[in-house]
Nanobody, 121 residues
Framework: QVQLVESGGGLVQAGGSLRLSCAAS????????IGWFRQAPGKEREFVAS????????ASADSVKGRFTISRDPAKNTVSLQMDSLKPEDTAVYYC??????????????WGQGTQVTVSS
């Protein structure tokens, strides 16, 4: 069993930056993918960015490309999401998720509780 805990959310003005972190307990991230998702009020949850732990392969949504950077820290067993040039439309609850590669696809089996990010205009 993997427990994920997010931290780093908060209130920031448009154009500002925040750094989210996702820490795992119960096991390391080895062999897993780690992703960030977000859900704004009244909207469906959407993919933000992901990174494979072993190879460090990253992917991100078009809406955050060039502004958000996902990275991993093996020494701390954490994954971070550096968010720059934040916009009001980035306001959402951000979730960390993780899981193994099963049956030819990555499965996000474990989810954190989420952290609120609010960007004021």
């Amino acid at each position: 069993q993997v427990q994920l805990v997010e931290s780093g959310g908060g209130l920031v003005q448009a154009g500002g930056s925040l750094r989210l972190s996702c820490a795992a307990s119960g096991r390391t991230f080895s062999g897993y993918i780690i992703g960030w998702f977000r859900q704004a009020p009244g909207k469906e949850r959407e993919f933000v960015a992901s990174i494979t732990w072993n190879r460090g392969r990253t992917a991100s949504a078009d809406s955050v490309k060039g502004r958000f950077t996902i990275s991993r820290d093996p020494a701390k067993n954490t994954v971070s999401l550096q968010m720059d040039s934040l916009k009001p439309e980035d306001t959402a609850v951000y979730y960390c998720a993780s899981g193994p590669f099963v049956g030819g696809r990555w499965e996000y089996e474990y989810w954190g509780q989420g952290t609120q990010v609010t960007v004021s205009s």
